[in-house]
């Protein structure tokens, strides 16, 4: 699963109180893998759906056998259901069971007691009413119906119809009665009745389909390879089928009719991918299809169901959108990923949920390693890293974690961002060769099973021939990260250099070593161009080591690889990090050298850095750079201003470009007033929404009467933000009906959420109630439509920082139906 993280711009978060969970009796739980008693073989489906009750009417035939123990009972997770019929399949007959149900768990009682080499099948009616389920969810997921019927009665203008469906973690019992747990592993076949003139997705091939007499369609969908029950997935909507194939298997995209032209600019690498993974892994990708589905309103980012991913539909760019790249390619190899790691093989429990998710966040390093070069793999790497550091609470939390408040709780940082990171030094430490050998074991001899983080250690201590048990113990079942100060103490007459690494995570006063982390590092030594590297351990909280020279080194370099998860203040000179810069090369250490030198724009020798930054080979890098700089200091404004200009106009990236043309804006000067006017109108809502800002720097009467041009158009990102902006400068909020329908139409994303500060500035301003309404309704939409693992906190900071105010300055007004009008869409 790719979850969508969101972030509230910080005028919105400050002041913010973080929320506080009193409840801590889980602590004294430990959450085990599933214990075994009965296991899932076949389940077959026949299911068709009411629309108007939002119903889906099922019969299910599930073949299981007793594990180890012989045994007379079954216990199925079917959640929220009506039981019509429940029977044992003898033949072509069946035989009336008798049941216990509370509604969430039937507790079937067998005719017999069955040895674990017979097999049983079970028949089911029922119906399934996901609507209508009283869930208990938790503070990280409010929101698992498992089936999701999407506009079912489509009085909802410009969103379609769609059903499809959410496992993961345990919500496929909602509509599908089944042993509801990862460690469980069941061969399928769907048969779904619907519409005709709706396409349908499900795991595996597509070996039937029967028109009937009533208008609707029966497909047959049949998986005859074993997944979990939580991969199994049903998608029905008006999609138009875009077909590229792999080795003669077909790799297919659902999008929507109007992004039809676009599917293989948003998808197209996916062949591609699906070599490039296969080639490393030494496992040939093992399913016989590969789908890739959107949704609206879906609940996260993105979800692996074994040949069937579903994507939310913030992948579907328009043409200007993918002008500036693909936005959400990470996504397509993250998923893409699990179904090697995940689905070939699964996490036995949620607890180790580190061998599906880890896995998945480092292929994304891997994608872009090999696609886009060390660079990008370098940035991914960072952000990632960033991620997990950014909350200090991610450090009080083990990877493998058997003590949590809910199963949610466990796609967080710490599982992801952390865990990808602790896969790519574990890469680093063993070597390429024999990482993805590890892998291709690992993979072979649980292929079609369940495992945990101690199966993949073992595959690893086979191929290396060592014990690794130091680094599981250390990074998969411990927790933090190491806190580093790097000191450099040269001393002239003795020709050497002490490197004084300090663990600073552990107490100075503290003789307790469990916080001291063993951490292998590479330290380089330069002399001009010449790199001389040497490897060491450290193993205490703090470690000297002494490099003799025959001349002072221009750089000495801690973790020359720049691998290590951590946090680290290094005492390096601006010599060093200018040196670091042109002759360490990686995207971290020239990252690192760019932030010295922004703090240090006093100085002309870091500067002139920055100026050659400016022309970094990697696009991020040339824009982190741009951001960096005080154009508040006259030297800096005067040294840039060429080089921004010839950005502006030259830089291959569209967002380079529209990053150096938001800068321009701030030089007032008419001179560039025929570069904005010739940007505005780029196909990249980047570059033409960065010129419209800049040219309101120097032509605001021009730049308002464009944007109530755009605001015709369709708009999103960039332009859509400075054409809000614009209108509220102006006090022009004649386009509001446009702009706030364009708003409303955006699929929730990032992008979506930095632009709600602008839109809910429109709406503070507006006076007409039906427009006010309108654009409160879109808000709350918005609000509603967050992904589940962050409504809780983000919809209590739409509510306190963006709802409330509004309705005070209406009352403040006098404008009461309008405050009242808010009123209605907070919590009582």
């Given at each position: 699963?790719?979850?969508l993280?969101?972030?509230?711009?910080?005028?919105v978060?400050q002041a913010q109180?973080?929320p506080f969970?009193?409840?801590?009796?889980?602590?004294?739980?430990?959450?085990?893998?599933?214990t075994?008693?009965?296991d899932?073989?076949?389940?077959?489906l026949?299911?068709?759906?009411?629309?108007?009750?939002t119903?889906?009417?099922g019969?299910?035939?599930?073949t299981?056998?007793?594990?180890?123990?012989?045994?007379?009972?079954?216990?199925?997770?079917?959640?929220g259901?009506?039981?019509?019929?429940?029977a044992?399949?003898?033949?072509?007959?069946?035989i009336p069971?008798?049941?216990?149900?509370?509604?969430?768990?039937?507790?079937?009682?067998?005719?017999?007691?069955?040895?674990?080499?017979?097999?049983?099948?079970?028949?089911?009616?029922?119906?399934?009413?996901?609507?209508?389920?009283?869930?208990?969810?938790?503070?990280?997921?409010?929101?698992a119906?498992?089936?999701?019927?999407?506009?079912?009665?489509g009085e909802?203008?410009?969103?379609?119809?769609?059903?499809?469906?959410?496992?993961?973690?345990?919500?496929?019992?909602?509509w599908?009665?089944t042993?509801?747990?990862?460690?469980?592993?069941?061969?399928?076949?769907i048969?779904?009745?619907?519409?005709?003139?709706y396409?349908?997705?499900?795991?595996?091939k597509?070996?039937?389909?029967?028109?009937?007499?009533?208008?609707t369609?029966?497909?047959?969908?049949?998986?005859?390879?074993?997944?979990?029950?939580?991969l199994?997935?049903m998608g029905i909507?008006?999609?138009?089928?875009?077909?590229?194939?792999?080795?003669?298997?077909?790799?297919?995209?659902?999008?929507?009719?109007?992004y039809?032209?676009?599917a293989?600019?948003?998808?197209?690498?996916?062949?591609e991918?699906?070599?490039?993974?296969?080639?490393?892994l030494?496992?040939?990708?093992?399913?016989?299809?590969?789908?890739?589905m959107?949704?609206?309103d879906?609940?996260?980012?993105?979800?692996?169901?074994?040949?069937?991913t579903?994507?939310?539909?913030?992948?579907q760019?328009?043409?200007?959108q993918?002008?500036?790249?693909?936005?959400?390619?990470?996504?397509?190899?993250?998923?893409?990923?699990?179904q090697?790691?995940g689905?070939?093989?699964?996490?036995?429990?949620?607890?180790?949920?580190?061998?599906?998710?880890?896995?998945?966040?480092f292929?994304?390093?891997?994608?872009?390693?090999?696609k886009?070069?060390?660079?990008?793999?370098?940035?991914?790497n960072?952000?990632?890293?960033k991620?997990?550091l950014?909350?200090?609470?991610?450090?009080?939390k083990?990877l493998?974690?058997?003590?949590y408040?809910?199963?949610?709780?466990?796609?967080?940082?710490?599982?992801y961002?952390?865990?990808?990171?602790?896969l790519?030094?574990?890469r680093?430490?063993?070597?390429?060769?024999?990482?993805?050998?590890s892998l291709?074991l690992?993979?072979?001899?649980?292929?079609f099973k369940?495992?945990?983080?101690?199966?993949l250690?073992?595959?690893?201590?086979?191929?290396?021939g060592?014990d690794?048990?130091?680094y599981w113990?250390?990074?998969?079942?411990?927790?933090?990260?190491?806190k580093?100060t790097?000191?450099?103490?040269?001393?002239?007459?003795a020709?050497?250099?002490?490197v004084?690494?300090?663990?600073?995570q552990?107490?100075?006063?503290?003789?307790?070593?469990?916080?001291?982390?063993?951490?292998?590092?590479?330290?380089?030594?330069?002399?001009?161009?010449?790199?001389e590297?040497?490897?060491?351990?450290?193993?205490?909280?703090?470690?000297?080591?002494s490099?003799?020279y025959?001349s002072?080194?221009?750089?000495?370099?801690v973790?020359?690889?720049?691998?290590?998860?951590?946090?680290?203040?290094?005492?390096?000179?601006?010599?060093n990090?200018?040196?670091q810069y042109?002759?360490?090369g990686?995207?971290l250490?020239r990252r690192e050298?760019?932030?010295?030198c922004?703090s240090?724009?006093?100085?002309?020798?870091?500067?002139d850095?920055l100026?050659?930054?400016?022309?970094?080979?990697?696009?991020?890098?040339?824009?982190?750079?741009?951001?960096?700089?005080?154009?508040e200091?006259?030297?800096v404004?005067?040294?840039?201003?060429p080089?921004?200009?010839?950005l502006?106009?030259?830089d291959?990236?569209?967002?380079?470009r529209?990053?150096?043309?938001?800068?321009?804006?701030?030089?007032?000067?008419d001179?560039?007033?025929?570069?904005?006017?010739?940007?505005?109108?780029?196909?990249?809502?980047?570059?033409?929404?960065s010129?419209?800002t800049?040219l309101?720097e120097?032509?605001p009467?021009?730049?308002?009467?464009?944007?109530q041009?755009?605001a015709?158009?369709?708009a999103?990102?960039?332009?859509?933000?400075?054409?809000?902006?614009?209108?509220?400068?102006?006090?022009d909020?004649?386009n509001?009906?446009?702009?706030a329908?364009?708003?409303?139409?955006?699929?929730?994303?990032?992008?979506?959420i930095?632009?709600l500060?602008?839109?809910?500035?429109?709406?503070?301003?507006?006076q007409?109630?039906d427009?006010?309404k309108?654009?409160?309704?879109a808000?709350?939409?918005l609000?509603?439509?967050?992904?589940?693992?962050q409504?809780?906190?983000l919809g209590?900071?739409?509510n306190?920082?963006?709802?409330?105010?509004?309705a005070?300055?209406k009352?403040?007004?006098?404008?009461?139906?309008q405050?009242?009008?808010?009123?209605t869409?907070?919590?009582?």
């Amino acid at each position: 699963m790719y979850l969508l993280a969101l972030a509230f711009p910080y005028t919105v978060l400050q002041a913010q109180d973080a929320p506080f969970n009193k409840d801590e009796s889980w602590k004294k739980i430990y959450r085990a893998a599933a214990t075994k008693i009965n296991d899932l073989v076949d389940t077959r489906l026949e299911v068709k759906f009411d629309y108007e009750k939002t119903y889906m009417y099922g019969k299910a035939w599930i073949t299981l056998k007793p594990h180890f123990y012989p045994t007379d009972s079954l216990s199925l997770d079917a959640k929220g259901m009506d039981i019509h019929k429940l029977a044992l399949v003898k033949g072509k007959s069946t035989i009336p069971l008798k049941y216990d149900y509370d509604g969430m768990i039937l507790r079937i009682r067998l005719d017999k007691i069955y040895q674990n080499k017979d097999k049983y099948t079970v028949y089911i009616d029922y119906t399934s009413k996901p609507n209508e389920l009283k869930e208990h969810g938790s503070a990280a997921i409010t929101d698992a119906k498992g089936l999701y019927f999407i506009n079912p009665h489509g009085e909802e203008k410009n969103k379609p119809v769609e059903i499809w469906t959410q496992g993961e973690t345990e919500s496929n019992s909602v509509w599908c009665p089944t042993i509801d747990k990862p460690n469980q592993k069941s061969t399928e076949q769907i048969a779904m009745t619907v519409p005709a003139k709706y396409v349908t997705l499900s795991n595996g091939k597509l070996i039937s389909q029967k028109k009937n007499a009533d208008g609707t369609r029966t497909d047959t969908w049949k998986m005859d390879l074993p997944n979990a029950p939580y991969l199994f997935f049903m998608g029905i909507g008006d999609y138009a089928v875009i077909k590229d194939s792999y080795k003669g298997k077909e790799v297919s995209y659902y999008v929507e009719k109007e992004y039809a032209p676009v599917a293989r600019r948003i998808f197209g690498h996916t062949p591609e991918m699906i070599a490039f993974y296969s080639r490393v892994l030494g496992i040939d990708f093992p399913w016989n299809k590969y789908a890739q589905m959107t949704a609206r309103d879906y609940v996260s980012g993105a979800m692996e169901n074994t040949t069937a991913t579903l994507h939310s539909d913030i992948l579907q760019q328009d043409a200007r959108q993918l002008a500036d790249g693909n936005a959400y390619e990470n996504y397509i190899a993250h998923e893409l990923f699990h179904q090697w790691f995940g689905d070939l093989v699964t996490t036995e429990s949620w607890s180790n949920l580190t061998v599906n998710e880890s896995f998945a966040n480092f292929s994304e390093t891997l994608w872009n390693e090999y696609k886009y070069g060390k660079d990008a793999a370098g940035a991914t790497n960072f952000d990632d890293t960033k991620k997990y550091l950014e909350d200090e609470n991610n450090a009080s939390k083990d990877l493998v974690r058997f003590y949590y408040a809910d199963r949610e709780d466990m796609f967080d940082a710490v599982t992801y961002s952390k865990g990808g990171r602790i896969l790519n030094m574990l890469r680093n430490y063993v070597g390429d060769s024999a990482f993805f050998k590890s892998l291709n074991l690992y993979l072979t001899t649980n292929k079609f099973k369940s495992a945990e983080a101690q199966n993949l250690r073992l595959a690893f201590e086979d191929v290396t021939g060592q014990d690794l048990n130091w680094y599981w113990n250390q990074w998969y079942y411990g927790n933090g990260h190491p806190k580093l100060t790097i000191d450099y103490v040269y001393d002239e007459a003795a020709k050497k250099v002490n490197v004084i690494i300090n663990q600073t995570q552990v107490d100075d006063s503290s003789t307790d070593t469990k916080n001291v982390f063993r951490l292998p590092l590479a330290i380089d030594i330069y002399h001009g161009a010449n790199k001389e590297r040497h490897k060491i351990w450290v193993n205490d909280k703090t470690d000297t080591f002494s490099f003799a020279y025959t001349s002072r080194p221009d750089l000495v370099n801690v973790d020359g690889d720049k691998i290590t998860l951590c946090e680290k203040a290094d005492h390096k000179t601006l010599d060093n990090f200018i040196h670091q810069y042109k002759y360490a090369g990686l995207y971290l250490d020239r990252r690192e050298a760019i932030e010295y030198c922004a703090s240090q724009q006093d100085n002309p020798k870091a500067v002139d850095l920055l100026k050659t930054a400016m022309k970094d080979p990697y696009y991020e890098l040339r824009e982190f750079t741009m951001n960096s700089l005080d154009l508040e200091k006259q030297n800096v404004k005067d040294a840039f201003e060429p080089i921004l200009a010839d950005l502006a106009k030259h830089d291959a990236a569209r967002t380079t470009r529209a990053k150096a043309i938001e800068l321009l804006g701030k030089y007032h000067k008419d001179g560039y007033k025929s570069l904005f006017l010739q940007a505005v109108n780029d196909s990249s809502y980047s570059v033409s929404g960065s010129a419209l800002t800049a040219l309101a720097e120097i032509d605001p009467e021009q730049a308002v009467t464009l944007a109530q041009k755009f605001a015709k158009q369709p708009a999103k990102g960039k332009l859509l933000s400075a054409i809000i902006e614009l209108s509220i400068r102006s006090g022009d909020l004649s386009n509001f009906d446009l702009l706030a329908e364009e708003f409303d139409n955006l699929p929730m994303s990032q992008s979506k959420i930095d632009d709600l500060p602008y839109f809910a500035g429109m709406v503070f301003r507006i006076q007409n109630t039906d427009q006010f309404k309108k654009g409160i309704d879109a808000i709350v939409k918005l609000r509603e439509s967050i992904p589940s693992e962050q409504k809780e906190e983000l919809g209590k900071l739409i509510n306190e920082k963006i709802l409330k105010p509004i309705a005070d300055n209406k009352r403040t007004q006098g404008l009461k139906e309008q405050a009242d009008y808010i009123k209605t869409k907070l919590p009582q």
